[in-house]
C-alpha cells in the first residue's frame, strides 16, 4: 500500500472516529453499540473540556488633555494590536461574510461541522497541506489556546514553542480542539462565540481582531465597513500572511495579474477569495444580487493606516511618552520575576487607556519655544536643551520636552545625532540620563537651610574670596576641608559683607561659599533630598563644600520638583505622569500617586521665597521675568556651571514650576562663545523659560507669595564688642569673632591714639552679621576733664592745665552750698586741644558782684 493511500485510509479512520464521538457528544441519549465505539467515546471523554478563556492580548492608549479639556491619544503600545469591541459595534457584513466564508452551517452545527471536518481532512492528505475544515467555534479555540500559551510566555522561544504546541497538526490536537468546542458550546451562545472569534483572529503582522483590522486596512471602524471591505477582510483569515493587504508587491498574493481586459488586478489572491465570500453570501441571501455585484465589481483598494506604536510615533511628546511607560513598568515590575517585567506586559496587552497629566497647552508651548531657540544639532557642539513643568501641590507633569526627536530603534538613531532614546529631565531609570550639574539653581537648598538654622535674610556673611576657607561642618561624613578651594564670582567680584538677600539676587559663589561655613553640610544635602532632589544615577547626594555650587548631577524634573515645593508653601510632591488608567474592560487601575510632604515649614518657604521674588525683579532671573506675559508673582533661581558648560533658569508661581536647560550633552564647550540663529546659547534660557511659563501663567494664574516673618528677615539683636582704642587688624578680628562684618569709613577726629580704632557704628547691640562702621582714630582729641563741682577757680586750673582754655558764665542758685561751684560743662567728653570749655557757675541771689571780665572769663574766642 502506497504512503499517500495509507494517509488517506488513516485520516478518513479518525475523521469517522471524530463523527461517532462528536455524534455521541451531542447526542449522549443516542445509543451507541460496539466495544471499539465505547473505547473510543470514553478516551474522548476523558479529554480536557474546560477552556479558559483569557484575556485577550490589546493595545494600550496613552491619552493628552487638550486646551478645551479632551482627551487626545499620542502613541499606543501593543504586541498584537487589537481592540476588542461590543457586538453592535461590528458591522453585520462582516458576521454574515464570516459565516458564509467560514462556517455556513455555524447556527447548526454544534461546534464541530463533520462534513466540514472530513472534508478538511482529505483534502489535507490528497493535497499535501493542511486544508482548513474546522468550524468558526474550532478556529476560535485554536485562536484562544495560541492567546493563552503565548500570553504566559516570558521568552520569545517560549511564545514561539507555545504557538507551535497550538498549531501542530496532529489527530491528538484536532481531538482536543474539538472536545473544547463542543464544551464552548455549551457553555456560550452562537454569538457569543462569533464575537469572541471576530475580535480574536488574526489578520496578517501583528493586526488581531476585526476593530484593528478596520482600522489599518481602510482606516475606519469595524461597524462602517463597507460590504466589500468586509469581505476582503475576513478573506484574509483563512491565510493571513498570502491575503493580507499591505503588502502590494507580494507574489502570493496576485501582484502580477490582469484581467480579462489586461488591467492589473490589485491584491488578486484577496479578490478571488472576497469574490469567493460574496458569492456565499448572495447563495445564503445575505445579500442582493445586486450589491454582490456591485461589490465584485470594487477593486481591493486598501487605505492602509498605521496605528502609532511605541513613543515614536508621538513626535513632539515622544519623551513625556517615554516617562509614562517607565513610570508603569517601574511601578508594576515584580522583583521576584526578574525574567519578565509585568509592567511592560501589562502596557503592551492590558488594553489601557492611559489618561496622563501632560497639558498640551504648556507642552506645545515648551515644543515650539525650543524649536524656535535650540536647534537638534549643531557643528561643535553637542548641543542639548529641556524643558519641564511641574503643578504646585499635586507633583503632577505638566510638560516635558527637549530638543532632540525621539527614537529607541539602533538603526533610527544611527541615522543622525538629531535622535536619542535618553530623556535628558528624567532620572536614569525612567529612560534618563546620569544627571547634569544644576550650578548656581541649587543655592536655594542652602538659603533653604540658612534659613532653618535660625539665620535671617538680612544677615550678612564674610564673603571676601580666599583659598583658604578653612573647615567646613559635616555631621554625616565628617569635618571636611575648603583649603585650596578659591571659587570666583560670575562679575568678578572679589567679595564683601553680603547679606543672604544680596548673595542670592546676584548668585554670589563666595556669599554661598560663607553661609556653608556657618552651616551643616549634611542638613544642606538633607534639605535638598526633602525638596525631591538626588542625584540622577540614585547614589548619595555629594556633600562636599563644592555641592553647594550645583556639582551634584540630577535630572531637571528634580529640580522642578524642588521649586514646586518651595512655591508650595514648603510642600512638596514627588512627579506623576499618569492622572488615571482603566484596564480593557473600563475597569481602574490605581496608577502611580504622588506622594507630598511638608518638606519645608511654612515661614521657611516663605523666606526663601522673598529672596527667590528678588532674584526676579532685581537680580539674575529679571531677564526672564520680564518677559512673561501674563505676569504672575514669580520665584526664581538661574544656573551657570563652570566654563559655562550648562545654564539654567528655574522657577515657579504658586501654580506650575517650569526649569529650562540649556547645555552640552557631551563635550566641553563654553556656551557663552556659541551662537546659533536665535542669539547666544548661554542666554537662550532667558527666551525659553518666559514663553512656557505665559502659557502657565495665562491657563493656571499665580497668587501671591506669604509675607515673610520679621525674625525671618532681620537678625536678631546681639552685643557689639567694644572695640575703640584697638589696631584695626585687632577690632576687625573681634568683630569677626562675634559673627560681625566691618568696613572701614576713613579717619576721625578722635582722642584715642593715632591709629587705632577711633569710632564704630552701631555700638551697644546691632543685628547678627551686621557691618560696622570702623574709622581709624586721627589721634587729635583729648578728654575733657569733669570739672562740674569744683570751685570756679579749681575748674579753670584743672581745664588749663589739660590744655583747654576757659569761658566762664553765672548762674543764680538758691542753695549757699552752690555759690560759687561749677554747675555744668561743655563739652564734657572729647574736644581737640585748645579748645574753649565753658563753665557755669553758681551765684547765690542777692550775693556778691558780677564777675569781672578776664581771659579766663571772655566769651569770645578772641
Not at 514 to 536: N, P, Q, W
Amino acid at each position: 500500500m502506497s504512503d499517500a493511500a495509507g494517509g488517506i485510509l488513516g485520516f478518513v479512520g479518525m475523521s469517522a472516529l471524530a463523527g461517532v464521538l462528536v455524534t455521541a457528544a451531542v447526542t449522549p441519549a443516542l445509543a451507541v453499540t460496539g466495544m471499539a465505539a465505547n473505547n473510543s467515546i470514553t478516551m474522548f471523554e476523558n479529554l480536557p473540556g474546560y477552556l479558559e478563556i483569557g484575556d485577550l492580548s490589546e493595545k494600550s492608549t496613552v491619552y493628552a488633555k487638550k486646551g478645551d479639556d479632551t482627551w487626545a491619544p499620542i502613541a499606543s503600545f501593543f504586541d498584537e494590536n487589537r481592540e476588542e469591541v461590543a457586538w453592535e459595534y461590528i458591522s453585520q457584513y462582516l458576521k454574515d461574510a464570516a459565516i458564509a466564508g467560514e462556517d455556513p452551517r455555524f447556527y447548526d452545527h454544534g461546534g464541530v461541522d463533520i462534513q466540514g471536518t472530513v472534508r478538511g481532512a482529505l483534502k489535507t492528505v490528497i493535497g499535501g497541506d493542511t486544508q482548513g475544515g474546522s468550524s468558526i467555534t474550532q478556529q476560535y479555540v485554536k485562536n484562544v489556546l495560541i492567546n493563552n500559551g503565548v500570553s504566559e510566555a516570558t521568552t520569545e522561544e517560549e511564545k514561539q514553542a507555545a504557538y507551535d504546541q497550538a498549531t501542530e497538526v496532529s489527530a491528538e490536537r484536532k481531538l482536543k480542539e474539538i472536545r473544547y468546542a463542543i464544551t464552548l458550546e455549551k457553555k456560550y451562545s452562537k454569538d457569543e462565540i462569533l464575537l469572541g472569534y471576530l475580535n480574536i483572529a488574526h489578520f496578517g503582522g501583528r493586526v488581531y481582531g476585526v476593530q484593528a483590522a478596520a482600522q489599518y486596512y481602510f482606516g475606519t471602524n469595524a461597524k462602517d465597513l463597507t460590504l466589500a471591505q468586509a469581505a476582503s477582510l475576513i478573506a484574509i483569515v483563512n491565510h493571513p500572511e498570502k491575503f493580507r493587504l499591505d503588502y502590494p508587491e507580494s507574489e502570493s498574493n496576485g501582484v502580477n495579474s490582469v484581467d480579462a481586459a489586461g488591467n492589473a488586478v490589485p491584491y488578486a489572491a484577496n479578490k478571488d477569495r472576497r469574490d469567493y465570500i460574496l458569492g456565499e453570501m448572495l447563495k445564503e441571501k445575505k445579500i442582493t444580487q445586486e450589491e454582490h455585484d456591485a461589490a465584485v465589481a470594487e477593486p481591493v483598494a486598501p487605505v492602509i493606516t498605521e496605528p502609532s506604536t511605541g513613543c515614536m510615533s508621538a513626535q513632539g511628546h515622544a519623551f513625556f511618552c517615554d516617562y509614562v511607560s517607565w513610570e508603569i513598568k517601574n511601578k508594576f515590575d515584580d522583583a521576584d520575576t526578574p525574567d519578565v517585567n509585568e509592567g511592560r506586559e501589562l502596557l503592551q496587552k492590558g488594553g489601557l487607556d492611559i489618561y496622563t497629566t501632560i497639558d498640551l497647552t504648556v507642552q506645545d508651548a515648551a515644543i515650539q519655544a525650543l524649536a524656535d531657540n535650540v536647534p537638534k544639532t549643531a557643528e561643535g557642539v553637542d548641543i542639548g536643551s529641556t524643558v519641564v513643568s511641574v503643578e504646585v501641590g499635586t507633583g503632577r507633569i505638566l510638560a516635558m520636552a527637549q530638543n532632540k526627536d525621539y527614537a529607541n530603534d539602533p538603526d533610527v538613531l544611527a541615522g543622525g545625532s538629531n535622535y536619542t532614546a535618553v530623556n535628558y529631565n528624567a532620572d536614569i531609570d525612567y529612560g534618563g540620563s546620569s544627571g547634569f550639574q544644576p550650578g548656581s539653581t541649587y543655592k536655594v537648598f542652602t538659603l533653604a537651610e540658612w534659613l532653618k538654622e535660625g539665620h535671617a535674610l538680612n544677615e550678612a556673611v564674610d564673603a571676601r574670596r580666599r583659598d583658604n576657607w578653612g573647615q567646613f561642618t559635616n555631621s554625616c561624613e565628617g569635618t571636611m576641608s575648603g583649603d585650596g578651594w578659591n571659587p570666583r564670582n560670575d562679575g568678578g567680584e572679589q567679595g564683601g559683607y553680603w547679606s543672604a538677600v544680596q548673595n542670592t539676587v546676584n548668585s554670589y559663589n563666595s556669599g554661598f561659599v560663607a553661609m556653608a561655613k556657618e552651616l551643616d553640610l549634611c542638613g544642606i544635602a538633607k534639605t535638598a533630598e526633602s525638596l525631591g532632589v538626588h542625584r540622577a544615577d540614585h547614589q548619595p547626594l555629594s556633600q562636599f563644600p563644592s555641592a553647594v555650587l550645583g556639582t551634584n548631577e540630577v535630572a531637571p524634573l528634580s529640580m522642578a520638583t524642588a521649586f514646586a515645593g518651595i512655591a508650595g508653601n514648603g510642600v512638596a510632591c514627588s512627579p506623576i505622569a499618569i492622572d488615571s488608567m482603566t484596564d480593557a474592560k473600563g475597569q481602574p487601575i490605581e496608577a502611580p500617586k504622588s506622594e507630598c510632604t511638608q518638606a519645608l515649614t511654612p515661614d521657611v518657604a516663605a523666606g526663601t521665597a522673598y529672596a527667590m521674588q528678588k532674584v526676579m525683579s532685581d537680580g539674575t532671573g529679571s531677564a526672564s521675568s520680564y518677559r512673561t506675559d501674563p505676569w504672575v508673582p514669580m520665584i526664581g533661581k538661574t544656573g551657570t556651571t563652570d566654563n559655562s558648560e550648562a545654564t539654567w533658569m528655574s522657577g515657579a508661581s504658586t501654580k506650575v514650576s517650569t526649569v529650562v536647560g540649556v547645555f552640552n550633552v557631551t563635550g566641553h564647550v563654553n556656551l557663552r562663545d556659541t551662537y546659533f540663529d536665535a542669539g547666544q546659547a548661554a542666554q537662550l534660557r532667558h527666551q525659553i523659560w518666559p514663553r512656557v511659563m505665559s502659557a502657565a501663567n495665562a491657563k493656571y494664574g499665580g497668587d501671591a507669595f506669604p509675607e515673610v516673618k520679621g525674625s525671618l528677615l532681620n537678625a536678631p539683636q546681639v552685643a557689639v564688642p567694644d572695640v575703640l582704642g584697638l589696631s584695626p587688624e585687632a577690632a576687625q578680628q573681634a568683630l569677626e569673632s562675634a559673627g560681625f562684618g566691618w568696613r572701614m569709613d576713613g579717619e576721625v577726629d578722635s582722642g584715642q591714639p593715632a591709629g587705632t580704632i577711633g569710632a564704630q557704628s552701631p555700638s551697644g547691640t546691632a543685628g547678627r552679621g551686621a557691618i560696622v562702621s570702623l574709622q581709624v582714630s586721627r589721634g587729635n582729641v583729648a578728654s575733657v576733664p569733669n570739672v562740674v563741682g569744683m570751685s570756679a577757680d579749681e575748674a579753670e586750673a584743672t581745664l588749663s592745665g589739660a590744655g583747654f582754655r576757659v569761658d566762664r558764665k553765672q548762674e543764680d542758685v538758691n542753695d549757699p552750698s552752690q555759690d560759687g561751684i561749677v554747675l555744668s560743662q561743655d563739652p564734657s567728653g572729647n574736644a581737640k586741644p585748645g579748645d574753649k570749655v565753658t563753665i557755669v557757675i553758681g551765684r547765690l541771689q542777692g550775693g556778691g558782684p558780677d564777675l569781672p571780665d578776664g581771659p579766663g572769663n571772655n566769651s569770645d574766642d578772641g
